[in-house]
């Protein structure tokens, strides 16, 4: 089954630990990108990754890392979490062509005490 | 600042009624408009879209009507279903997806 798929699903933690939410694809997409949802403000990009090795900035990538060493993970990294980045994450993948759909994974809630 | 704007951002529609959600962009770079629905718990799944060069595009009960010279683009639901209720997101792609706020559609029995 074509998936992506994000871990944990939930998790609370404290300021300042570092935490990594894993994702990982099986479509052998090329493209990968990070969002957060927050109320009102819809989906926002973190952070896109057109294939291994090569990572960009996306609207909101303060307090983020990401990293591409295999085409199907995409990790975010939180090295210091705060509480404003307190929110629901989305992974999704999709070819490279243009206009192509994204495949999201289920979400990852995280709540920074 | 977000290059979609979306309204409203939440509707009530008994079933069988027609649900409509507007969207209004700036960006004159978008080549491609998606629409996708979120249900509770899960990611946004790829509903409908349509590039601009399209005025109308129709998929069973979705129906997306694009007006290019007022850079507005809209999502109608017919015969809305109580498994319609969701939050739908419109969104215009240049190189990358930009996201309207979303709209959280009810659909009462």
């Known amino acids: 089954e074509a998936q992506v798929t994000q871990n944990p699903r939930y998790l609370i933690t404290v300021t300042g630990k570092k935490l990594t939410v894993t994702c990982s694809q099986n479509m052998n997409h090329e493209y990968m990108s990070w969002y957060r949802q927050d109320p009102g403000l819809g989906l926002r990009q973190i952070y896109y990754?057109?294939?291994?090795?090569?990572?960009d900035k996306g609207d909101v990538p303060e307090g983020y890392k990401v990293s591409r060493k295999e085409k199907r993970n995409f990790p975010l990294i939180l090295e210091s979490p705060s509480p404003n980045q307190t929110s629901l994450y989305f992974c999704?993948?999709?070819?490279?062509?243009?206009?192509?759909?994204?495949?999201f994974g289920d979400g990852t809630r995280l709540s920074i005490l | 600042q977000q290059q979609v704007k979306q309204s409203p951002q939440s509707l009530i529609v008994q079933k069988g009624g027609i649900s409509i959600i507007n969207c209004a962009y700036e960006?004159?770079?978008?080549?491609?408009f998606p629409w996708y629905q979120q249900f509770p718990g899960k990611g946004p799944a790829l509903l409908i879209a349509i590039r601009p060069d399209v005025s109308e595009k129709k998929e069973g009960r979705f129906t997306i009507s694009f007006n290019k010279s007022a850079k507005q683009f809209s999502l109608h639901i017919m015969d809305s279903q109580p498994g319609d209720s969701a939050t739908y997101f419109c969104a215009g792609n240049d190189y990358k997806l930009s996201f309207g706020a979303g709209t959280t559609v009810t659909v009462r029995a």
């Open positions: 960006n004159t770079a978008f080549d491609y």
């Open positions: 999704a993948s999709s070819f490279l062509s243009k206009n192509q759909p994204q495949h």
């Open positions: 990754s057109m294939n291994v090795e090569v990572t």
